[in-house]
């Protein structure tokens, strides 16, 4: 099994729709009369806090309007973790149609991937506008969508949780240092790893057959009748309109016989 190439670009999805729900964050600033003169949307780059905080630390021209650099915010995938509250039969498949062929996958793995995201901020003021357009929207998950195999049109509902915040006002040194205000938001993407996809061997069903006994124990009990079920015609397709052919075959002490209902769906 190990050495199969596949490449579903699962977690590189959930990264994306991670960061896409907070690309669309606006800030304010407003006059004496309440009268709203700026308005921008704040950045935001997927990469560890440390490396914009070492930009703004080297930056030289400390007379740069702020706004150009702050406020921002950053994200990064930080753990990936085994789910073991959500763990399903490993052994189980599930089959899906691509086509006219059929395609077999084991059922996926639970795994939560975390998620920092940092608000850098100058003022006070813009960070607490934008954590107030995050924080009401998780209580203390948000659902996305993810469409997670392409080949089989598998799409699942991935919660994202937030875990935990933490403030850190990073400010040191005399008066021409520039200050900055963290604040850190931790989350957990509960998401599912897929295996291979492969050709399905077993095809589709065509048949379906019911034996019923006439006790409990079906090893001393008589058999008293078959039910079978085969779509007509019996080379339809999934697609296809069709119907059923539904047989009853009872069974005495010296004879049996065998009437068929068509059945149009």
Known sequence: MLGTYYYHQIIRKTIISFGNLFNQIYIQHKDGDDDVYSEMRVPLTYGPTQKFLARLEQQADLNKPVAITLPRMSFEMTTIQYDTTRKTGITQTFKALEGNNLKKVFLPVPYNIGFELSILCKLNDDALQIIEQILPNFQP?????????????????????????????????????????????????????????????????????????????????????????????????????????????????????????????
Do not use: C, W
């Open 141 to 265: 998950g948000f659902t996305i969508s993810v469409d997670l195999v392409d080949s089989i049109g598998e799409k699942r509902d991935i919660p994202v949780v937030l875990d935990n915040i933490s403030l850190q006002d990073d400010y040191e040194g005399d008066f021409s240092t520039r200050r900055a205000l963290i604040y850190t938001l931790s989350f957990t993407a509960k998401t599912y790893l897929f295996g291979p996809v492969s050709e399905s061997t077993e095809g589709l069903i065509r048949k379906v057959q019911v034996d019923v006994h006439a006790g409990t124990d079906r090893n001393v009990s008589k058999r008293e009748m078959r039910y079978t079920v085969t779509p007509d015609p019996i080379d339809a397709d999934p697609d296809d309109d069709f119907g059923f052919s539904e047989t009853f075959e009872y069974f005495g002490d010296s004879k049996s016989y065998s009437p068929t209902q068509q059945i149009d769906l």
